[in-house]
């Protein structure tokens, strides 16, 4: 039992949800047990940390995936987005106040959400999601595209725009198109939106 949440642990800087437990036949009577033997440490409702396990500077980052407790048929629901996923791509100066994940449209959160976390109804094919250092994130295209259309740090955009062809981390032909999503006014981002 406990050598599986370990193994669960370790792909996610040790934090595992009650359901991914559940996934495991692990209940919450075990799992209650672990707390009490220290073993584990709950780290919010339906979230655990292995204590034995460091702790890691993406803690906030993998609270925020894991903690909307959504799950998808194929892993986890939640995936990072926006500026927080921007951030993770190395290709601008940002540094993002909050953390934004994104959740597929039908799902539903019935937990309130902490602060500082903000989430978006997205649904995202597989192709626009990738992970960095094992945290589900939007590619840099999806981040890209998500954030011109949008209208939101258009100045880190421009940035990554920049940086990114230089380091091969886009096509030309996404960066093409990305720069000329870039160059719409307004009014024409939002009649692509609508």
Same mark, same amino acid.
């Given at each position: 039992?406990?050598?599986?949440?370990?193994?669960?642990?370790?792909?996610?800087?040790?934090?595992?949800?009650?359901?991914?437990?559940?996934?495991?036949?692990?209940?919450?009577?075990?799992?209650?047990?672990?707390?009490?033997?220290?073993?584990?440490? +709950?780290?919010? @409702?339906? #979230?655990? /940390?292995?204590?034995?396990?460091? %702790?890691?500077?993406?803690? *906030? =980052?993998?609270?925020?995936?894991?903690?909307?407790?959504?799950?998808?048929?194929?892993?986890?629901?939640?995936?990072?987005?926006?500026?927080?996923?921007?951030?993770?791509?190395?290709?601008?100066?940002?540094?993002?106040?909050?953390?934004?994940?994104?959740?597929?449209?039908?799902? +539903?959160?019935? @937990?309130? #959400?902490? /602060?500082?976390?903000?989430?978006? %109804?997205?649904?995202?094919? *597989? =192709?626009?999601?990738?992970?960095?250092?094992?945290?589900?994130?939007?590619?840099?295209?999806?981040?890209?595209?998500?954030?011109?259309?949008?209208?939101?740090?258009?100045?880190?955009?421009?940035?990554?725009?920049?940086?990114?062809?230089?380091?091969?981390?886009?096509?030309?032909?996404?960066?093409?198109?990305?720069?000329?999503?870039?160059?719409?006014?307004? %009014?024409?981002?939002?009649?692509?939106?609508?």
């Amino acid at each position: 039992m406990v050598d599986a949440l370990t193994e669960v642990g370790l792909s996610q800087d040790g934090f595992l949800t009650a359901g991914q437990a559940a996934g495991l036949n692990i209940d919450g009577y075990a799992l209650a047990r672990l707390v009490k033997n220290g073993l584990l440490e +709950r780290d919010g @409702r339906g #979230l655990y /940390r292995l204590k034995p396990f460091p %702790r890691s500077e993406r803690a *906030e =980052l993998w609270r925020a995936v894991l903690i909307p407790g959504v799950q998808r048929s194929k892993g986890i629901a939640a995936v990072l987005c926006d500026g927080t996923a921007l951030s993770l791509h190395r290709v601008s100066t940002i540094n993002p106040k909050s953390v934004e994940v994104s959740v597929p449209r039908s799902a +539903r959160l019935r @937990r309130e #959400l902490p /602060r500082g976390l903000i989430v978006h %109804r997205r649904d995202y094919p *597989e =192709l626009d999601v990738t992970r960095i250092d094992g945290l589900p994130t939007t590619t840099l295209f999806r981040t890209l595209v998500d954030l011109i259309v949008n209208r939101k740090e258009l100045q880190f955009v421009d940035e990554a725009l920049n940086e990114a062809p230089r380091r091969l981390l886009l096509t030309s032909r996404e960066s093409d198109s990305l720069s000329a999503m870039r160059r719409l006014d307004a %009014r024409a981002i939002q009649a692509i939106r609508t």
